[in-house]
C-alpha cells in the first residue's frame, strides 16, 4: 500500500502562514491526482485543493483560492500546502490524499495520510 506522512501543522496566529508537507513512499505518480482535505471540529471533512502530479494542473476550494498554493516535488515524492492569511475557520485537521481521478470528493481518493492538526488562534 502507499504510504502518506504528513508533517508541518502546529499553532500560529491569525495572518500567520504554514507549509505543510505529505511526503509518499511511491517513487512515481504519474498521471494521478493528490489533494488536501480537512475536518474542522463538528463538521464533515471538506474538499480544499488538488493536483494533477505529471501536469501539475491545480484547483481549489473557494474557500482558500488566493490564500492557499498546492505543489508537489516529483523528485522527493512530496506534496505541500502552503497556506498564507491563515484565519481562525482554517482550524482543522488536514489531512493528504492519493487518487486516480481529478474529483473534490472523498470517495475519489484511495490513500490517505494521518492527518495533521492546525490551529489558528485570534
Known amino acids: 500500500q502507499v504510504q502518506l506522512v504528513e508533517s508541518g501543522g502546529g499553532l500560529v496566529q491569525a495572518g500567520g502562514s504554514l507549509r505543510l508537507s505529505c511526503a509518499a513512499s511511491?517513487?512515481?505518480?504519474?498521471?494521478?491526482?493528490m489533494g488536501w482535505f480537512r475536518q474542522a471540529p463538528g463538521k464533515e471533512r471538506e474538499f480544499v485543493a488538488r493536483?494533477?502530479?505529471?501536469?501539475?494542473?491545480?484547483y481549489y476550494a473557494d474557500s482558500v483560492k488566493g490564500r492557499f498554493t498546492i505543489a508537489r516535488d516529483n523528485a522527493k515524492n512530496t506534496l505541500y500546502l502552503q497556506m498564507n492569511s491563515l484565519k481562525p475557520e482554517d482550524t482543522a485537521v488536514y489531512y493528504c490524499?492519493?487518487?486516480?481521478?481529478?474529483?473534490?470528493?472523498?470517495?475519489?481518493?484511495?490513500?490517505w495520510g494521518q492527518g495533521t492538526q492546525v490551529t489558528v488562534s485570534s
Open positions: 511511491a517513487r512515481t505518480f504519474g498521471n494521478y491526482a
Open positions: 493536483i494533477i502530479w505529471s501536469g501539475g494542473i491545480t
Open positions: 490524499a492519493l487518487g486516480t481521478g481529478a474529483g473534490t470528493g472523498s470517495n475519489d481518493y484511495k490513500y
